[in-house]
């Protein structure tokens, strides 16, 4: 899986901790969502990511220090983000 879109989708809660396996990802979108807590830690080992879109959610907390977006051309942490660097 290359892409992946939970954009607009009224989804609530934590953000599922299930990214580890997905190792081509290249963009993921879960922005308009009721997504609460912190970015889950399998979601900063994605290498390949080169957008990641969390905008216009309730996303909380620092930011992992084990980041490997080594490939990040684009992030979108926008609207009730309130993250720590």
Same mark, same amino acid.
């Given at each position: 899986?290359?892409?992946?879109?939970w954009?607009?989708?009224?989804?609530?809660?934590k953000?599922p901790?299930v990214?580890?396996?997905? =190792?081509?990802?290249? =963009?993921?979108s879960l922005h308009?969502n009721?997504f609460?807590?912190?970015?889950?830690?399998?979601?900063?080992?994605? =290498?390949?990511?080169?957008q990641l879109?969390?905008s216009?959610?309730q996303?909380?907390?620092?930011?992992?220090?084990?980041?490997?977006?080594?490939?990040? =051309?684009?992030?979108f942490l926008?609207?009730?983000?309130?993250i720590?660097?």
């Amino acid at each position: 899986m290359v892409n992946n879109g939970w954009h607009r989708n009224n989804l609530s809660g934590k953000i599922p901790n299930v990214f580890d396996r997905l =190792t081509n990802l290249q =963009t993921l979108s879960l922005h308009d969502n009721n997504f609460q807590g912190k970015l889950p830690s399998s979601l900063f080992t994605l =290498t390949r990511l080169s957008q990641l879109d969390c905008s216009s959610n309730q996303i909380e907390g620092p930011l992992s220090d084990k980041v490997a977006f080594s490939n990040l =051309t684009e992030l979108f942490l926008e609207v009730f983000m309130h993250i720590q660097l």
